[in-house]
């Protein structure tokens, strides 16, 4: 499910594990300073974290975020 977020176009949550990963593609134009602060603001209100940036001719920044699974995201466990 595609949608924009607050910093950025998002393409779509996956999740791997204990892991849940929200790809985030940051346009050339938005400036180092604020591509930070704009991934803060997600890290300190969403629970990620940084696993990857990587820059792109143009200066487009594809950066991926990850959080741990929490035990209510889980699917339930049947005895």
């Known amino acids: ?3 924009s977020g607050p910093t950025g176009t ?3 949550d996956s999740v791997d594990g204990d ?3 929200r790809p985030v593609q940051l346009p050339g134009d938005v400036s180092r300073m604020t591509a930070a602060v704009r ?3 997600q890290a300190e209100f969403g629970g990620w974290e940084l696993s990857r940036v990587r820059l792109y ?3 487009v920044r594809k950066v991926v ?4 699974r929490s035990s209510r995201m ?3 466990l049947s005895v």
């Open 10 to 12: 998002v393409e779509g």
């Open 19 to 21: 892991w849940e990963y």
């Open 57 to 59: 001719p143009g200066g």
């Open 74 to 76: 889980l699917p339930e």
């Open 39 to 41: 991934l803060a603001i």
């Open 1 to 3: 499910m595609a949608r």
């Open 65 to 68: 975020l990850r959080r741990r």
